[in-house]
């Protein structure tokens, strides 16, 4: 509330400051050149622009696209600011009355219209004060998106942008038609394709019908679509075609940087998709390796965190290389109602070809007890693990004794 006060109050300073001086002086050729704001503006755009690459919001070439279009723009709006703003004249009476006028006007009008509790960021829709200013900043972002669209209809990068903006701010109807007149005015951009499926899919709450015919249409223009990957890998699993999910996912493990947090959620994808598989008693792959050396032992959970997991909560037991890639070998599921379990991790287990537990010299065997059902670590969770074992190691003892941070 004081920080609101005192920037309100600076604020009205800085008003008074820009009014009074044209009125208390003669001064009518005086002007201000609006560049250097358009430029601060355009800059901000292209930082928010470049840290959606970093989180993966958008694409390198989608960023080039967008580089260029806000370079246009910059370039027209600096042609259209060279003119200067003339100040009017006035006398000193009129000065001393906006002096008077604008701060108490401004105290009335709030405090008539305005809503107090809301200058508490923690109480405005539960954002942080930052969260806020990034919301109003993207507000006034989209504004300018539509002023812009409605000046120019047949812009189809435009239209895709103003879409990817209204699903930021969880307006997907709105993002739904914007989508919609970027897809009629350029069928063929993937990216573009992917983004109005994954809108669909939000709004229907699943992936088929014209999402699923649009993320397949993005996957045909561009076999190495990352996002039309996810959706069908997550359409397929949705369906229960485990099988059909891996597939997908194992494409879109080849596209992921390796080691990265990324790499890391979509092999805890497969690596579910594949227990639900097995538990399932689905057709394995067809090019599954052999067997091979096999790890058994048991698997219990820790009297002290018995309390911590219920029954049906769901407990992966897998192995992993001691030195290399983070990536499961093997993975075996069980419910905590099971526990104590036995356990077998072999060849026939793996997660993506190649990656076979014979062809390490040692790994380590852990267990996670899921309470969201995903294989993918998540805070709150209970596992454990062993020290390095070859392949072909029997009666490893493996306990859940702690909680993931």
């Given amino acids: 509330m004081v920080s609101f006060a005192l920037a309100a109050a600076l604020l009205v300073a800085v008003a008074l400051a820009f009014l009074l001086p044209p009125l208390l002086r003669r001064a009518p050729n005086a002007g201000v050149s609006i560049d250097a704001a358009n430029v601060s503006v355009y800059r901000d755009q292209l930082a928010d622009l470049e840290a959606d690459v970093k989180r993966g919001v958008l694409s390198a070439d989608q960023l080039a696209q967008a580089r260029t279009e806000i370079e246009r723009r910059l370039a027209d709006d600096l042609r259209a600011a060279d003119a200067p703003v003339s100040a009017p004249r006035s006398a000193r009476w009129v000065a001393l009355s906006i002096a008077i006028a604008v701060p108490a006007v401004a105290v009335v009008v709030y405090g008539l219209l305005g809503n107090p509790t809301a200058l508490d960021p923690e109480k405005r829709l539960g954002m942080t004060e930052q969260q806020a200013a990034g919301r109003d900043k993207m507000i006034e972002m989209t504004a300018k998106l539509e002023a812009?669209?409605?000046?120019?209809?047949?812009?189809?990068?435009g239209w895709a942008m103003l879409g990817r903006a209204y699903r930021m701010m969880g307006k997907m109807p709105d993002a739904q038609k914007a989508f919609a007149r970027s897809v009629a005015l350029k069928g063929d951009d993937a990216e573009v394709l992917a983004d109005y499926a994954e809108v669909l899919a939000v709004i229907a709450g699943r992936l088929d019908g014209d999402a699923l015919k649009l993320a397949q249409r993005a996957l045909a223009v561009d076999g190495r679509s990352e996002k039309a990957l996810a959706l069908l890998g997550t359409g397929a699993f949705d369906a229960e075609d485990y099988k059909g999910a891996i597939g997908y996912w194992e494409r879109l493990l080849a596209l992921a940087p390796p080691g990265s947090e990324y790499a890391q959620a979509i092999t805890g994808a497969i690596t579910e998709a594949r227990a639900k598989l097995t538990t399932a008693g689905g057709p394995q792959r067809k090019d599954a390796a052999a067997p091979g050396p096999k790890i058994a032992g048991t698997v219990a959970l820790a009297p002290a965190l018995a309390a911590e997991a219920s029954p049906d909560d769901a407990v992966f037991v897998f192995a992993r290389a001691e030195q290399g890639p983070?990536?499961?070998?093997?993975?075996?599921?069980?419910r905590v109602g099971d526990l104590p379990a036995a356990f077998s991790l072999d060849d026939s287990m793996a997660m993506a070809p190649g990656m076979n537990l014979s062809k390490f010299p040692r790994v380590v065997v852990g267990a996670r007890i899921s309470k969201s059902g995903s294989a993918t670590p998540q805070p709150g969770d209970l596992e454990g693990s062993t020290g390095a074992v070859e392949p072909g190691a029997k009666g490893v003892k493996l306990v859940i004794d702690r909680k993931t941070p």
């Fill in 148 to 157: 812009r669209m409605q000046a120019k209809p047949d812009d189809p990068l």
């Fill in 326 to 334: 983070r990536m499961p070998l093997a993975v075996q599921r069980f």
